[in-house]
């Protein structure tokens, strides 16, 4: 358990354990990446290691009373906060300076992890300058954003800043397996979860081979008919929010496609268990026409959340790959 829980970051974790052992941990931290790499869980194990009654050393037990109140958000020294509504509030932010100002109630330290740092106003920022700038002795704070440029600089400027990475591939995979995912729905969902392991344990929820039938039935269109094509649209359309989904499937799809053109090596292919499938419809289509397909759907993909219409840009979309694939 511990820092062991923590996968993929094994240079941002080795840096604060090397801080923690030798107590010259920062006062602010600031981590930095994308969703679901083990931002929010390394900061949850600093706020255990720095109060864990335990005695590891450089990390925690995660069974002593300190550990297990963190665990559960009840201790009196650790505080999470999260935005209220679409911000984080200028109160919240005062609130957060007048419970650091207080010394520990039965910790060593206070932790505050401010979770979505990037949507604090500009009010809250501020506020929170004075309590980066002036800390008291006992209080640790940690940030969380996708980038240090989500802050204003006076703020990033006082943090100490550690970059969380994507996680491979196969590391979301293994640990899918270990929660009792086959192999194969594992690579799938590594796959399409962009290097976060978070977002390979929402996918786990979602209508995966619903969305795999209607990537394979996008691929079956007749040429000509606009009758099935306007069909797929509505049922994909209806559920609204697995549309992005949908479309990165699709783009992983078209991705299989150029591979299963140019090589017969299954290991490198996302949807492994419909090799056959992908190599006998590679076969009929040109390298350009496979290019030219996985340029469509990326294209929709990138400009969905710029798009006033999506059953439009869809629909488009879909008459585009139908096409490509009869010329």
Same mark, same amino acid.
């Given at each position: ?107 060593? #330290? ?52 550690? #970059? ?164």
């Amino acid at each position: 358990m511990g820092f062991a829980e923590i996968i993929g970051q094994q240079q941002a974790i080795s840096l604060l354990r090397q801080a923690i052992e030798t107590e010259r941990l920062p006062h602010a931290l600031l981590f930095t990446g994308p969703k679901g790499v083990g931002r929010f869980l390394t900061a949850v194990t600093i706020a255990k290691t720095v109060n864990c009654l335990g005695g590891v050393k450089g990390d925690c037990c995660d069974r002593c009373p300190a550990c297990l109140k963190i665990a559960k958000g009840i201790h009196p020294d650790v505080h999470l906060v999260a935005p209220e509504g679409a911000t984080l509030k200028i109160d919240q932010i005062r609130n957060l300076a007048q419970q650091a100002s207080l010394r520990p109630y039965e910790g060593r #330290r206070k932790a505050f992890i401010l979770d979505q740092a990037e949507t604090m106003t500009e009010q809250a920022q501020n506020a929170l300058l004075k309590t980066l700038e002036e800390p008291p002795g006992a209080t640790l704070l940690i940030l969380i954003a996708p980038e240090a440029s989500a802050l204003l600089p006076p703020i990033a400027s006082r943090c100490s800043q550690l #970059r969380f990475t994507p996680l491979p591939e196969d590391v979301i995979a293994t640990r899918l397996q270990d929660q009792g995912c086959d192999e194969g729905e594992a690579h799938v969902l590594a796959s399409l979860a962009g290097g976060s392991l978070g977002r390979a344990q929402e996918l786990r929820t979602s209508p995966l081979q619903e969305i795999r039938d209607l990537v394979e039935q996008t691929f079956a269109l007749a040429p000509g008919r606009t009758l099935p094509l306007l069909e797929l649209t509505e049922r994909v359309v209806r559920q609204k929010e697995t549309l992005p989904l949908f479309l990165e499937a699709l783009l992983a799809w078209c991705r299989d496609l150029m591979v299963a053109k140019v090589t017969s090596q299954e290991a490198l292919l996302v949807y492994r268990s419909r090799a056959a499938a992908l190599e006998r419809q590679s076969r009929q289509l040109a390298p350009a026409q496979l290019l030219a397909m996985y340029h469509t759907v990326k294209q929709t993909r990138d400009g969905l959340g710029r798009y006033a219409n999506p059953r439009l840009s869809l629909e488009v979309m879909l008459l585009k790959l139908r096409d490509l694939q009869a010329a």
